[in-house]
């Protein structure tokens, strides 16, 4: 059955509860913790800030305020022998913009731009206004560079613009006073402000010093005034003070210049030489350039031909061969040598001499006075008969002695040795040219050196082009003397001497060498020319080395002519008429006057 529903139930009275109020005393002191914690926070932030590494913000701010100006030391002088100088440094100043300033500033760069352009480039007025401007605009950065080593009264231009973010910072460059005296020896600075060839990369060193720096605190481009100045002070370079003679290096280049010129000739180079000291008082080559204006150069011409272009020398070697064989005991000035038309060595190599000529009998002083490779194959193969590796290894000796085969001892950057292979190496014809000054090569400057050491009474002097070094308080100090090697004996030397006077007399192949009043000795080469581009010998090399006086030897000059043109290319109608002007000039220049005394009277045919 279903239950009626249940009436409901009466709702119970609520009994009141009392109300709690919060405590002040528990509130108040949670915040005064919170607070305090906080303020902690900050405190020890403080103490961080101010006390533990105060230190290193301080110097950050400081580093974020501190501007630095490098102080350019100036770099030295390359001076000539008398003390002049070739290549000196002189005041310039490069022009420096600050882009953030200038735009902060609220200041137009095309207006600067236009406005610099006048002063700026190579010739004033030719710099690219786009790409000024541009360097004016890019607000990002505080530093640049619009020209580097303007002259002081272009700054001063400048300077008197007015124009805000524009500073200039002493920068001083190197100018060559004397125009195009043996730029090829001095070299050139790049534009790092460093030696880039010559003696100017060789004693970069020595020449550049060290550059000092400014530093001051600055805020906006301005310098702060009360936070001081710290000064790192630049040290100056030294000067190099170089053997060259300013006036035969000038009268050596001109005239072979000419002769290059009149010849057309590939290339020519004059090495001028105190025998005595080992000084090398002019080195001047064909292929040069204008310090003052390098840009228009070419890579040839910036280098250094008479020490980097290496040549067989030819006849100018036979002086070697003969040395040997007087040194030796062999020969002497007046052997007698029949020479015939040909010499056939076997193998199938003949040699020939310039002339064809029948039988003939010379003296060991007519087979150097006509040149003949076949007299000094002969004579030479006496140094060892019937043992042709103990001859060679003795002509390599000599060879070696006199310097050939290695650099110069100039020192100089971009010198090659030359070749001369060892004698277990030299094929068949090398055992028979080499004699002769073929099958080998070498410098001008080495070509000179062996000369010298014949002049020098037998001893080598290590050539030289520096003697000696002047501080920035122009105290000198001599370069350490070359070393000094006695190759032969001054006995061997004075017959060798005596042959080579024959060479210039009327009877021998350099008359065109000869100086009036002075005795002249001396020796003609003309040797085949190898030329890489045509794959093999092309041309002649002509040349002439020779001394004066003969008697008593002050200067010493070798002239090469590589590739003249026409019939007539041969050492004593092309090199020995330059040696003669070189040499009359050097003579005079130098206050040298002839001895007064006789030639020697060798005979040449018997």
Same mark, same amino acid.
């Given at each position: 059955?279903?239950?009626?529903?249940?009436?409901?139930?009466?709702?119970?009275?609520?009994?009141?509860?009392?109300?709690?109020?919060?405590?002040?005393?528990?509130?108040?002191?949670?915040?005064?913790?919170?607070?305090?914690?906080?303020?902690?926070?900050?405190?020890?932030?403080?103490?961080?800030?101010?006390?533990?590494?105060?230190?290193?913000?301080?110097?950050?701010?400081?580093?974020?305020?501190?501007?630095?100006?490098?102080?350019?030391?100036?770099?030295?002088?390359?001076?000539?022998?008398?003390?002049?100088?070739?290549?000196?440094?002189?005041?310039?100043?490069?022009?420096?913009?600050?882009?953030?300033?200038?735009?902060?500033?609220?200041?137009?760069?095309?207006?600067?731009?236009?406005?610099?352009?006048? %002063?700026?480039?190579?010739?004033?007025?030719?710099?690219?206004?786009?790409?000024?401007?541009?360097?004016?605009? #890019?607000?990002?950065?505080?530093?640049?560079?619009?020209?580097?080593?303007?002259?002081?009264?272009?700054?001063?231009?400048?300077?008197?613009?007015?124009?805000?973010?524009?500073?200039?910072?002493?920068?001083?460059?190197?100018?060559?006073?004397?125009?195009?005296?043996? !730029?090829?020896?001095?070299?050139?600075?790049?534009?790092?402000?460093?030696?880039? =060839?010559?003696?100017?990369?060789?004693?970069?060193?020595?020449? =550049?010093?060290?550059?000092?720096?400014?530093?001051?605190?600055?805020?906006?481009?301005?310098?702060?005034?009360?936070?001081?100045?710290?000064?790192?002070?630049?040290?100056?370079?030294?000067?190099?003070?170089?053997?060259?003679?300013?006036?035969?290096?000038?009268?050596?280049?001109?005239?072979?210049?000419?002769?290059?010129?009149?010849?057309?000739?590939?290339?020519?180079?004059?090495?001028?030489?105190?025998?005595?000291?080992?000084?090398?008082?002019?080195?001047?080559?064909?292929?040069?350039?204008?310090?003052?204006?390098?840009?228009?150069?070419?890579?040839?011409?910036?280098?250094?031909?008479?020490?980097?272009?290496?040549?067989?020398?030819?006849?100018?070697?036979?002086?070697?061969?003969?040395?040997?064989?007087?040194?030796?005991?062999?020969?002497?000035?007046? *052997?007698?040598?029949?020479?015939?038309?040909?010499?056939?060595?076997?193998?199938?190599?003949?040699?020939?001499?310039? #002339?064809?000529?029948?039988?003939?009998?010379?003296?060991?002083?007519?087979?150097?006075?006509?040149?003949?490779?076949?007299?000094?194959?002969?004579?030479?193969?006496?140094?060892?008969?019937?043992?042709?590796?103990?001859?060679?290894?003795?002509?390599?000796?000599?060879?070696?002695?006199?310097?050939?085969?290695?650099?110069?001892?100039?020192?100089?950057?971009?010198?090659?040795?030359?070749?001369?292979?060892?004698?277990?190496?030299?094929?068949?014809?090398?055992?028979?040219?080499?004699? +002769?000054?073929?099958?080998?090569?070498? #410098?001008?400057?080495?070509?000179?050196?062996?000369?010298?050491?014949?002049?020098?009474?037998?001893?080598?002097? *290590?050539?030289?082009?520096?003697?000696?070094?002047?501080?920035?308080?122009?105290?000198?100090?001599?370069?350490?003397?070359?070393?000094?090697?006695?190759?032969?004996?001054?006995?061997?030397?004075?017959?060798?001497?005596?042959?080579?006077?024959?060479?210039?007399?009327?009877?021998?192949?350099?008359?065109?060498?000869?100086?009036?009043?002075?005795?002249?000795?001396?020796?003609?080469?003309?040797?085949?020319?190898?030329?890489?581009?045509?794959?093999?010998?092309?041309?002649?090399?002509?040349? +002439?080395?020779? %001394?004066?006086?003969?008697?008593?030897?002050?200067?010493?000059?070798?002239?090469?002519?590589?590739?003249?043109?026409?019939?007539?290319? +041969?050492?004593?109608?092309? =090199?020995? !008429?330059?040696?003669?002007?070189?040499?009359? %000039?050097?003579?005079?220049?130098?206050?040298?006057?002839?001895?007064?005394?006789?030639?020697?009277?060798?005979?040449?045919?018997?």
């Amino acid at each position: 059955m279903t239950q009626p529903p249940q009436p409901p139930r009466p709702a119970r009275p609520r009994t009141a509860t009392a109300l709690r109020l919060g405590r002040p005393k528990h509130r108040l002191r949670a915040g005064m913790f919170a607070l305090a914690f906080v303020f902690s926070l900050y405190g020890g932030r403080l103490v961080q800030l101010q006390v533990t590494d105060a230190g290193g913000y301080a110097a950050k701010a400081a580093a974020d305020r501190t501007a630095d100006v490098t102080l350019y030391s100036t770099r030295g002088s390359i001076l000539d022998a008398s003390g002049q100088p070739i290549a000196e440094s002189v005041d310039a100043v490069d022009v420096i913009a600050d882009p953030l300033l200038i735009a902060q500033q609220k200041q137009d760069p095309a207006v600067y731009a236009s406005k610099l352009a006048a %002063y700026l480039g190579n010739p004033a007025g030719s710099v690219d206004v786009a790409a000024l401007r541009g360097k004016l605009a #890019n607000s990002s950065s505080q530093y640049a560079v619009l020209e580097k080593q303007v002259t002081p009264t272009v700054w001063k231009q400048i300077k008197a613009l007015g124009l805000v973010g524009i500073t200039g910072n002493q920068d001083p460059k190197v100018v060559y006073p004397q125009g195009a005296i043996a !730029p090829n020896v001095v070299g050139l600075v790049n534009s790092q402000g460093a030696g880039g =060839s010559g003696l100017e990369s060789e004693y970069n060193s020595l020449l =550049s010093g060290t550059n000092g720096k400014i530093s001051y605190q600055a805020a906006y481009g301005y310098e702060i005034p009360t936070t001081g100045i710290n000064e790192q002070a630049a040290v100056n370079g030294a000067s190099v003070e170089t053997t060259i003679d300013s006036k035969i290096q000038y009268a050596a280049q001109q005239a072979i210049n000419d002769e290059v010129s009149k010849t057309k000739a590939a290339l020519g180079t004059v090495v001028v030489m105190d025998p005595r000291s080992g000084a090398v008082l002019a080195l001047a080559t064909s292929q040069t350039f204008d310090p003052n204006n390098p840009g228009t150069a070419t890579s040839a011409e910036l280098g250094d031909a008479a020490l980097s272009d290496v040549f067989e020398p030819g006849s100018v070697a036979k002086v070697i061969t003969m040395s040997a064989e007087i040194q030796q005991g062999v020969t002497n000035p007046r *052997t007698e040598v029949v020479v015939p038309p040909t010499l056939n060595t076997g193998d199938g190599y003949v040699v020939h001499d310039d #002339n064809f000529h029948g039988t003939e009998h010379l003296t060991l002083n007519g087979i150097l006075a006509e040149s003949s490779n076949i007299g000094t194959d002969l004579t030479s193969l006496q140094l060892a008969p019937n043992n042709m590796a103990e001859r060679n290894a003795i002509l390599y000796d000599y060879f070696s002695a006199f310097g050939l085969g290695r650099q110069s001892g100039l020192g100089l950057p971009g010198e090659s040795p030359g070749i001369l292979a060892s004698s277990a190496d030299w094929n068949h014809s090398q055992q028979y040219t080499v004699a +002769f000054g073929q099958g080998l090569s070498v #410098n001008a400057v080495q070509a000179t050196s062996v000369y010298a050491t014949i002049a020098n009474e037998g001893v080598r002097v *290590t050539p030289t082009l520096v003697k000696g070094y002047v501080d920035g308080n122009g105290k000198f100090t001599a370069a350490a003397a070359p070393p000094r090697t006695q190759v032969v004996s001054a006995s061997t030397a004075k017959q060798v001497s005596s042959m080579m006077e024959s060479v210039v007399s009327d009877a021998g192949t350099g008359t065109s060498a000869q100086i009036a009043g002075y005795r002249v000795a001396g020796k003609t080469g003309t040797a085949n020319r190898y030329v890489a581009s045509c794959g093999g010998y092309c041309g002649y090399t002509a040349s +002439f080395i020779g %001394y004066a006086p003969a008697d008593n030897p002050q200067l010493v000059i070798g002239v090469y002519v590589e590739g003249p043109q026409g019939a007539n290319y +041969f050492g004593g109608s092309v =090199s020995a !008429p330059v040696f003669q002007k070189v040499m009359s %000039y050097a003579l005079q220049e130098q206050g040298v006057a002839p001895t007064g005394t006789k030639t020697p009277n060798l005979p040449i045919t018997w």
